[in-house]
């Protein structure tokens, strides 16, 4: 997608990125994707986060979303549902993405584990044109996806469902192969195998170093996951306490709520505000019933009879040292004691590299990870590549995909002694945050809310907690989005400095600087496209082709055989913001009313006068504008412009003689439902006989 103009001066920044595509790890197109939603265009956004994101229905679920603390929005309300708004599309418009593979090669490469690196590394080594297989120890694929993430949190069709995509790319998995016992290094390049990633993770759960640790009733925490995930049931007491205060400490707490002890409870280290894992999955545990103990750390675990009877803690000043390094520091004389009768570890996770040995050469740090080149994840050893947790220590799904994919173009261009370079990783500013003057011209709108089930409900099983957004959620959350980066452009060899941007802009954005003579608009554009319509030497346009301002649209609907011989036939141009689906009422896009063809358009402000004309030339009997109510436009000042062009465009008919009644502007609350339809019968009625 063009995100730049050639004909702009380099120092007017054009090369800015959204924030929350640069925090990425995977530089997945969030902006781009959203915008698709907000647009309807629903199957085209799957097929764009399918390009870059092999596993969109498992990471729609558990991402970190690091793009949405990065998301410009923070400054007004809150960040777009980035992360649940690809989950959406994940859900409902996957469809088999056909990708055609230009070139096949002849080297084969092998992955070991089916976890976030080694599924990102194949999708892309099979893209790229080469035959891969995975070899997996378990009978199912997922790696810790499945064994250690709930499935309140993320049903297994999910994954399934992504790993089916992989598969259709070629890509072979092999089952219940353990690497070290069932295949070796050896084994591996004596079939043929050009190469090999290792994408294990960390299967293991740490252990503490404290008294008590081996008593009855001490459960290392990916172990009760594997195990509940396996079997739906582990042993434990009545009294359950969590130690640790990441993510899977979370997931264990929850876990084990749901096996119906009388209490859970979780002890961290961390203060609430320094937990290591996202609000949303505190605040779902904390609702769920867990007690939180922040500021604490194990001293000893109390016993009695050789079971566990409780943890003995202390007071704790700081985690983490003035240089920022984890150092944790105690009050003494600060003992109290937690009771419990059941004690889970989930203080972090180990490697397990038993099948390293034999293999000289691979080096490994002390902290039982594979040390690698970082611009090529290649180990010590020649061939031989290693990425995501194996590597990062503890990373998130993204970061290891991100890892996987990076080595799928390292393994290329060492194979076919090649320079291949992914530009979406190419280092580019991000747009600035939004100047604060301008925050109160923007239209302030809520977040939407994920729906979830009750929570008298969810605790007596382990389907999904959280349902998904509808599609009328789904699209008024996308339509949030700001567009970052993605606003109008000025061509310095157009622009005669007229002012007529700077002074019809809602949000006084554009600007000529001084010592300039021609206007500048930066990030804070907000792609109402006022400018561009009203712009004398048609010196402005936007950066991406998503805004076509109905162009495209307009000229697709009479390539279609059915208009010819419809009377009358009406084209509606309406306004998206306000055609979300209702429950009741049914969406824009259902009103499938025999004499019309709708146009939406995000914003009705973009639309120029012209196309309301060309819609006549090119055989409509009439033109419906349908527009937003001044309390549901997301850009608060357009209806002024919409009814000043379309009195401009009614003076222009009537000069050429045509009924008048032929045009029509309306503005309604909603797109949908008897409003819109009673207008469009009326007009039909009402030219009925005129054509």
Not at 631 to 638: G, I, L, S, V, W
Request: charged content about 25%; some cysteine.
């Amino acid at each position: 997608m063009t995100k730049t103009n050639t004909c702009a001066t380099p120092d007017k920044k054009t090369n800015e990125e959204a924030p929350c595509i640069l925090a990425c790890p995977i530089r997945q197109d969030a902006r781009d994707y959203v915008q698709l939603i907000a647009r309807g265009r629903f199957q085209e956004a799957f097929r764009l986060v399918r390009e870059r994101n092999p596993l969109p229905s498992a990471c729609g679920r558990i991402c970190t979303h690091p793009c949405e603390t990065k998301c410009r929005r923070n400054s007004t309300e809150a960040p777009i549902a980035i992360a649940w708004l690809k989950r959406f599309l994940g859900d409902n418009f996957s469809e088999e993405t056909r990708k055609i593979i230009k070139e096949k090669y002849p080297e084969r490469i092998a992955v070991i584990g089916t976890g976030p690196a080694g599924l990102a590394a194949a999708n892309d080594l099979a893209l790229l044109g080469y035959s891969c297989t995975i070899f997996e120890s378990n009978p199912t694929p997922g790696g810790m996806l499945r064994m250690g993430v709930p499935t309140y949190r993320l049903p297994r069709t999910a994954i399934d469902n992504d790993v089916e995509y992989i598969k259709k790319l070629g890509v072979e998995i092999k089952y219940n192969t353990t690497f070290g016992v069932d295949i070796t290094f050896d084994s591996l390049k004596k079939d043929g195998f050009a190469a090999v990633f290792i994408g294990v993770g960390l299967p293991e759960s740490r252990t503490l170093n404290v008294e008590g640790v081996n008593l009855d009733g001490v459960l290392k925490g990916i172990s009760f996951l594997n195990e509940v995930n396996a079997t739906g049931s582990a042993r434990i007491g009545r009294n359950v306490l969590v130690i640790g205060g990441g993510a899977v400490a979370m997931d264990c707490a929850r876990t084990a709520l749901r096996l119906k002890p009388d209490k859970v409870s979780v002890a961290c280290l961390e203060s609430r505000k320094e937990m290591p894992t996202t609000d949303f999955e505190i605040e779902e545990t904390v609702h769920e019933g867990v007690v939180l103990y922040n500021s604490v750390g194990p001293k000893r675990i109390l016993g009695k009879n050789g079971r566990v009877s409780g943890l003995e803690t202390l007071r704790v000043k700081y985690v983490f040292d003035e240089q920022k390094r984890f150092s944790p520091a105690f009050y003494e004389g600060s003992e109290s004691v937690i009771e419990a009768d059941t004690i889970i570890l989930a203080i972090g996770q180990a490697s397990n590299l038993s099948f390293l040995k034999g293999q000289e050469g691979i080096q490994v740090t002390r902290g039982g990870t594979i040390i690698v080149n970082p611009d090529t994840f290649s180990t010590s050893v020649h061939g031989i590549y290693a990425g995501g947790d194996v590597v990062l220590g503890r990373g998130t799904m993204t970061e290891s995909m991100a890892q996987g994919k990076k080595t799928a173009i390292a393994i290329h261009n060492t194979l076919r002694n090649t320079a291949l370079k992914d530009e979406k990783w190419a280092e580019k500013p991000a747009v600035p945050d939004i100047v604060p003057s301008r925050l109160s011209l923007i239209k302030k709108e809520s977040k939407q809310e994920m729906p979830t089930m009750p929570l008298d409900e969810r605790l007596k099983t382990f389907d999904e907690v959280e349902l998904g957004f509808p599609l009328n959620i789904a699209v008024k959350e996308a339509q949030r989005c700001m567009n970052c980066g993605a606003g109008a452009l000025v061509d310095d060899n157009l622009c005669v400095g007229c002012l007529t941007c700077v002074r019809i802009c809602p949000f006084e954005v554009p600007k000529i600087k001084k010592g300039d003579t021609t206007a500048y608009i930066d990030g804070d554009c907000q792609s109402c496209g006022l400018c561009i319509v009203e712009c004398p030497a048609k010196a402005i346009s936007f950066k991406t082709p998503l805004e076509d301002r109905g162009k495209d649209a307009l000229e697709a609907v009479f390539q279609e055989k059915f208009v010819q011989g419809v009377k009358p036939f009406i084209i509606n141009f309406y306004c998206q913001y306000s055609a979300y689906r209702e429950e009741k009422e049914g969406a824009a896009d259902d009103l499938l009313f025999f004499h019309f063809r709708r146009i939406g358009v995000l914003g009705l402000g973009k639309v120029d006068p012209s196309l309301y004309l060309r819609a006549f030339e090119l055989g409509a009997h009439g033109v419906l504008i349908t527009a937003c109510k001044d309390d549901t436009c997301h850009f608060c000042t357009e209806k002024e412009w919409v009814e000043r062009r379309a009195q401009y465009t009614t003076q222009l008919l009537n000069g050429l003689g045509m009924d008048t009644r032929r045009f029509q502007t309306h503005f309604v609350s909603s797109q949908n439902g008897k409003e819109i339809l009673e207008i469009a019968f009326r007009m039909v009625e009402e030219l009925r006989n005129r054509v």
